[in-house]
């Protein structure tokens, strides 16, 4: 299974030349709780950006096949992965969210209170196409995003 995890300003902002333009300890613990112990996804820029992360199987997408967990064709992987049992967590960036998007049944979106510049986005996704949960937290929202025919696919596939 594929779950997209981000955190996004108002206007959908996630970065500024190659950083988080913000500092949210309760998000960055919210993210670390979910992805411990888990296969979480970076693309190659996102990853050098990341302070190490230790408890995670981390994959990152390139071009290259240099690194350890390396995923070379990324939509492939998608496709292979998008109704496993197996928890991958997509952690940006942007054109990493782009082109998972489409196949993650399950978005986790901390929307943070910030309205600063950016130069990377969150992409536009139809959101009548999910159901939405929304929990207040101290100092963002998590929006919760499951798309509706999820359930239905997912028992399709797993019979």
């Known amino acids: 299974m594929l779950v997209l995890i981000a955190a996004v300003g108002n206007q959908n902002q996630i ?12 998000d960055l613990q919210f993210f670390k709780e979910m992805t411990l112990n ?22 990152i997408v390139s ?13 492939s992987f998608l496709v292979q992965h998008k109704n496993d049992d197996e928890l991958f967590f997509i952690a940006g960036g942007q ?7 489409k196949y993650c049944n399950i978005l986790l979106i901390s929307r943070i ?3 600063g510049n950016a130069d990377t986005f969150f992409p536009y996704f139809c959101k009548s196409m999910y159901e939405l949960i929304t929990y207040t937290m101290n100092t963002f929202t ?7 025919d999820y359930n239905n696919e997912y028992d399709r596939n797993n019979r």
């Open 15 to 26: 970065g500024l030349e190659g950083k988080m333009t913000w500092r949210n300890k309760e």
């Open 38 to 59: 888990n296969k979480v996804v970076f693309g190659r820029k996102t990853y050098l950006e990341m302070p190490k992360l230790t408890g995670r199987e981390i994959y």
């Open 63 to 75: 071009k290259k096949s240099n690194e350890l967990n390396t995923i070379t064709d990324f939509d």
């Open 95 to 101: 054109q990493i969210y782009e082109q998972a998007l």
């Open 113 to 115: 209170n910030y309205d």
């Open 142 to 148: 998590l929006e919760v995003y499951i798309r509706k």
